[in-house]
């Protein structure tokens, strides 16, 4: 009897032992989701920036709208409010300064990801302030899972320009008859997406389904308030500018320069 019970003993400590095992490696898993997550993210995703109303909150004034056609003027307000305080003039300063650039955080390189593609860029480079990265990732996000709710596959979208210095801006006039003498590009907070094409994996794709997705995302977004967005039909891309929430509000703490 003593025997038997000593058993017991022995297969409940067992069980007990083996339960409190489980219980820390379930802990040890959500702290791994929790904290090393992020670090899977790519490094241009990891600067959290502000999240407030935008609609009420922007640091310079917008309103809610669908409609895709924010003139020159109010873009040009939001990126010189919420980007580099004075462009570049040449691409030669801008090289120059953008070791200081980056390691301050003040502009993020942006490279492909499971959200975009950045295509060739001839008259401007890939980076943009931390605030416009953030964005890209949300209408990725976004533009994903309204995919997914039709069931079509996860595609891409394509960044055909980012930031200009005046010297890439000159050239560009030249070719582009809507490039504006000062233009929203030469402060890091405005990109061009494409609607022309839209990329499945490594392959090129036009399905005009996903372009009204992509199109319908886009809107749902504006209304929000978090960019101002322009259809430029001769450069077949929606010129967009991130909005930025008033200074106090962001939650990062990094002060805009040069
Ligand atoms: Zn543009």
Redesign the pocket.
């Known amino acids: 009897m003593q025997v038997k019970n000593l058993l017991n003993m022995t297969k409940r400590t067992q069980h007990l032992r083996l339960l409190l095992l489980f219980a820390l490696l379930l802990v040890l898993v959500v702290i791994s989701v929790r904290f090393l997550r992020p670090l899977f993210q790519p490094a241009m995703f990891r600067i959290v920036t502000c999240k407030c109303d935008f609609c009420k909150d922007a640091a310079a004034p917008i309103d809610s709208t669908g409609e895709l056609n924010d003139l020159n003027d109010i873009q040009l307000e939001h990126a010189q409010i919420g980007g580099l305080k004075h462009p570049f003039e040449t691409d030669s300063d801008f090289q120059a300064a953008l070791d200081s650039l980056l390691q301050n955080n003040i502009l993020i390189y942006v490279e492909d990801c499971r959200y975009f593609k950045v295509d060739d860029l001839y008259h401007s480079h890939p980076y943009l302030v931390p605030e416009a990265v953030n964005l890209l990732k949300d209408i990725g996000v976004e533009f994903q899972k309204r995919l997914k709710e039709n069931h079509l596959k996860a595609y891409r979208f394509m960044l055909t320009?980012m930031l200009r210095t005046d010297q890439s801006q000159y050239q560009l006039r030249r070719h582009n008859r809507n490039a504006t003498t000062e233009s929203a590009?030469c402060y890091g907070t405005?990109f061009?997406i494409t609607y022309n094409q839209f990329w499945d994996g490594d392959d090129p794709v036009y399905p005009p389904k996903v372009r009204a997705i992509f199109t319908q995302t886009l809107i749902a977004m504006r209304q929000q308030c978090r960019f101002l967005i322009k259809r430029?039909i001769h450069q077949s891309?929606f010129?967009m500018t991130v909005v930025v929430c008033k200074p106090g509000l962001a939650d990062s703490t990094k002060q805009i320069m040069p």
């Open positions: 320009s590009h405005t061009d430029e891309c010129h």
